[in-house]
């Protein structure tokens, strides 16, 4: 084995001298030692709530409103064809589309340090402070078992890394996310009697009579809205009379009968149109 002279004369092994520099080195008081790792795991679990939080974030888009930040959360489109019975009209496949928060669908990990096992040996020396008189106590970390040909410490890490639950936040979120969405409708296609999907002309004509109707629906809200505004209007026409025979307001009742008049005369309009469309679709077309 080599040696080499010291300053004082003496000779040591490289080896020798290779401990010396570590035991000088690389000791640190051994409070500082045993809270190292305890540190670590706590900026880990920090870490990790951080990544989160980046996570929301990166499915949406940041606005600021103000001096506060809006995270617009990204949706994704869905459509999909949904089989919808008519009353006496049979059958409509109507193809409907929703927004989907990318948030209430992507699962959020939520990564967590349970529980950790931290091994290690130390090696511990006492060091003086000729000033103040005090002892601290110094420490290392070494391999619990030595071996002639490797003078490196070794210490061993036993983490336990699981997926915690969601928090309550979260769940209440994509709670709330899911039950808010609204389908749009896009398209609706009639059923033959067959079962195929309907034609183009047979699409328009179903569109064009669901037009009518929901007008004729409107017309027939207008109509009774004016007869219980003129039920209304007649009633209090005779309180006032009653009590002021002399200055009692007087409406003009044959204007609102002449509207609803007309309101008739506009609904027998679209139902004759409808009737002649359905006619022409169940006997020309056979309803295929």
């Given amino acids: 084995m080599p040696y080499m002279k010291n300053d004082n004369g003496t000779s040591e092994t490289d080896g020798e001298k290779s401990s010396g520099e570590i035991m000088d080195n690389d000791f640190i008081p051994l ?6 790792p305890l540190y670590a795991l706590a900026q880990s679990n920090h870490r990790l709530r951080a990544q989160i939080v980046h996570a929301i974030k990166s499915m949406g888009t940041s606005r600021q409103n103000g001096q506060e930040e809006i995270i617009h959360l990204n949706n994704i489109n869905i459509a999909y064809d949904q089989l919808r019975a008519d009353g006496d009209d049979g059958y409509s496949v109507d193809n409907l589309q929703v927004q989907v ?75 709330a996310l ?27 004509i179903l569109i064009e009579t669901k037009k009518l109707k929901a007008k004729i629906a409107r017309f027939k809200q207008l109509h009774k ?39 008739i005369n506009r609904i027998m309009e679209y139902q004759e149109q409808i009737m002649n469309m359905e006619i022409k679709y169940g006997l020309e077309k056979d309803y295929e």
């Fill in 31 to 36: 409070n500082d030692l045993v809270y190292a």
């Fill in 101 to 175: 928060p990318i948030l209430s669908i992507v699962p959020v990990t939520n990564l967590n340090v349970e529980k950790a096992e931290i091994d290690f040996s130390t090696e511990i020396k006492a060091v003086g402070n000729e000033e103040t008189g005090n002892i601290s106590i110094n420490a290392r970390i070494c391999a619990p078992a030595q071996r002639e040909s490797d003078f490196l410490p070794r210490v061993s890490y036993k983490l336990k890394v699981a997926s915690v639950p969601a928090t309550e936040g979260i769940l209440r979120l994509t709670d």
């Fill in 178 to 204: 899911s039950s808010s969405q609204v389908a749009k409708k896009i398209d609706t296609r009639p059923l033959a009697v067959n079962g195929d999907i309907g034609s183009d002309e047979q699409k328009s």
């Fill in 225 to 263: 809205k004016i007869s219980d505004m003129i039920e209304e209007q007649e009633r209090l026409h005779q309180i006032s009379k009653d009590a002021f025979e002399e200055d009692t307001y007087e409406f003009d009742k044959d204007k609102y009968l002449m509207a609803q008049s007309n309101i």
